[in-house]
């Protein structure tokens, strides 16, 4: 990697660190200044909804426009809108601007996902393209796991609008790596078409790509199988690990740390190995329904955490290789508006996990819970890959 690309993804670093810390804090602090849980869970529903719903306007946006410039505009406004809100709150102290400022930024966030996703595209030549997200999703992962910790170690010690101050900080420093990455790297990127389609029209577009190419649809189906068990797992962990197996925080906070340890392991395998994505992506998801069936069996606690490692640590690798196939399947003029929407759909199950938790605890135990998604992750990945084997799995041939 060279000094100038490296920029590039010290800018994700930061700006993932920063999303992450305020999105540990907005509900945290909501709390702590109402003394209600249903004010903090309309706040958590919106710092999440917006992200997923805006992936398919803003993957519209980046066919129209230079995504260099959109990821820097990104961050801009998630720095202004971090500095209003605070001002807003102390000239009229309600928690409306906290719930507008995690709503806000949320969507910003996903317009600077979707500009990463389309720069590392265009902007890096011949470098092999699963190095580059497996790079990525490093440094996007040790962002996600430093947040919380930050956010909390700064709130033990500041005000909460001082943190949010050190966010918008955040935000800037990220801006300033990506202007050193343009004047480093000085990327040659494709003339944005201005009249490339939009709004409906987009999404027209998009979906004709859904229907005459095989691997998308396929692709879509497996991730929302990965993303069902994930988000299951997710929901059912803390009530599984201090309830069922009477552990305490400290043992499940172990337990955090180590898939995310877990997922950096795999994903230095993954930028280093010659081995073709789809096989990656097939070993990725094999590993997750195994880990599913291991973690099914609660009340062995060994059993459970090494069934927990495998599925969040292979998660990201199966992310590799779906975002391979993407690149490889959808013309680069219509790249934004498609994968915008199917990012969305990938995405619609993890908090279906959490939903279909919610409503089979009265009457399934835990384990019975997990074992049934797994089961069904398993099937739904026989059927997909025998009936779309020789596109999902080009590399395989007639396997």
């Known amino acids: 990697m060279t000094s100038s690309n490296r920029h590039f993804f010290v800018s994700l670093l930061l700006s993932r660190l920063a999303d992450q810390m305020l999105l540990f804090l907005v509900p945290l602090v909501i709390y702590r200044l109402t003394g209600s849980v249903a004010w903090s869970g309309l706040a958590f529903f919106f710092e999440t909804l917006p992200r997923f719903l805006a992936f398919p306007l803003c993957g519209q946006l980046c066919d129209r426009h230079r995504n260099d410039r959109l990821l820097r505009s990104s961050q801009r406004w998630r720095m202004a809108t971090c500095i209003a809100a605070i001002l807003g709150y102390l000239a009229v102290p309600h928690v409306a601007w906290l719930i507008g400022l995690s709503a806000l930024v949320g969507v910003l966030s996903t317009q600077g996902v979707m500009a990463r996703e389309m720069l590392l595209v265009q902007a890096f030549g011949a470098t092999r393209y699963e190095r580059l997200v497996s790079h990525a999703q490093l440094f996007d992962q040790v962002g996600t796991v430093l947040g919380p910790l930050v956010a909390a170690a700064l709130l033990a010690r500041l005000e909460w609008e001082t943190v949010v101050v050190v966010i918008a900080l955040g935000f800037a420093l990220s801006d300033f790596a990506v202007w050193r990455w343009q004047r480093g790297a000085r990327p040659e990127l494709p003339v944005p078409r201005s009249d490339s389609p939009n709004g409906y029209r987009a999404l027209l577009i998009a979906g004709r790509h859904l229907r005459t190419s095989p ?21 059912t962990a803390p009530a599984v690990v201090t309830g069922v197996q009477s552990h305490g925080e400290i043992y499940y906070g172990v337990l955090q740390a180590g898939g995310a340890l877990a997922t950096v392991l795999v994903l230095l395998f993954t930028a280093r190995s010659l081995i073709p994505a789809d096989r990656l992506g097939l070993l990725a998801y094999a590993a997750m329904a195994l880990g599913g069936l291991m973690a099914s069996v609660t009340a062995i606690s060994s059993l459970y955490a090494l ?37 969305m759909l990938n995405n619609l199950t993890q908090p279906l ?7 089979t605890a009265g009457f399934l135990a835990t384990g019975s819970i997990l074992l049934g998604v797994a089961l069904v992750m398993i099937a739904t990945g026989v059927f997909i890959l025998w009936c779309y084997r020789d596109h999902v799995l080009p590399s395989l041939g007639q396997c």
């Open 215 to 235: 691997a998308l649809p396929a692709s879509i189906g497996l991730a929302m199988a990965v993303n069902l068990l994930l988000g299951t797992l997710l929901a």
């Open 307 to 343: 069934g927990f490692l495998l599925v969040i640590g292979f998660d990201k690798m199966f992310s590799v290789s779906i975002r391979s196939l993407r690149r490889r399947v959808i013309p680069s003029e219509d790249f934004g508006k498609t994968t915008g929407l199917v990012v």
């Open 353 to 359: 996990g959490g939903l279909l938790v919610s409503a």
